[in-house]
C-alpha cells in the first residue's frame, strides 16, 4: 500500500516536470515565469530520486535485504516530506510569478495557471504518500 502511494506521487511529479519543460517553458515570457519554471524542474528533478529511494527502503524493510536494518535508518520517512516541501515551493514560485503577469494575460497567465494546478496535486500526491506510510 505505502508503494502505491510512493508510485502515485512518482508519477505526478515526472508529469510536472514533463509539463513545466514543455508547454509551461514555451509560453513563459516574464523574467519572474520563467524563474519559477526553472526552481520547479530543479524541484521535481529532486522529488522522484528522494521518493524512490523511499520506496527501495520500504521494499527492503522486511529483513529481506542484508541491509535492510541500515537503510531504515538511513532512508527515513522524512525524504517523503522533502518532495512534498519542494512541489509546494514550486507552487508557490509559480503563484509569485502569477502575481506578476497577472494584468498582462496571454499565454504567461494560462500556462501559469496550469502548472500550479499541477503542481498542487503534486504536493498533494507527495502528502498522500507521505501520510501512506508508517512511522
Known sequence: MENAGVNAAIEKVNEVKTFMKGPVA???????????????????????????????NNDTSDGSHPLSGKMAKAIPKKLVDISTHEMQSCVDALKRGEEETKGAGGD?????????KLAQETANACSIAEAMIKL
Do not use: M
Not at 515565469?33 to 523511499?54: I, T
Not at 504567461?108 to 502548472?115: H, I, M, R, W, Y
Open 26 to 56: 514555451k509560453g513563459a515570457k516574464h523574467k519572474e515565469v520563467k524563474e519559477a519554471v526553472s526552481q520547479c524542474v530543479e524541484h521535481a528533478g529532486q522529488s522522484p530520486l528522494a521518493l524512490a529511494l523511499r520506496k527501495l
Open 108 to 116: 504567461d497567465a494560462k500556462v501559469t495557471a496550469e502548472g500550479i
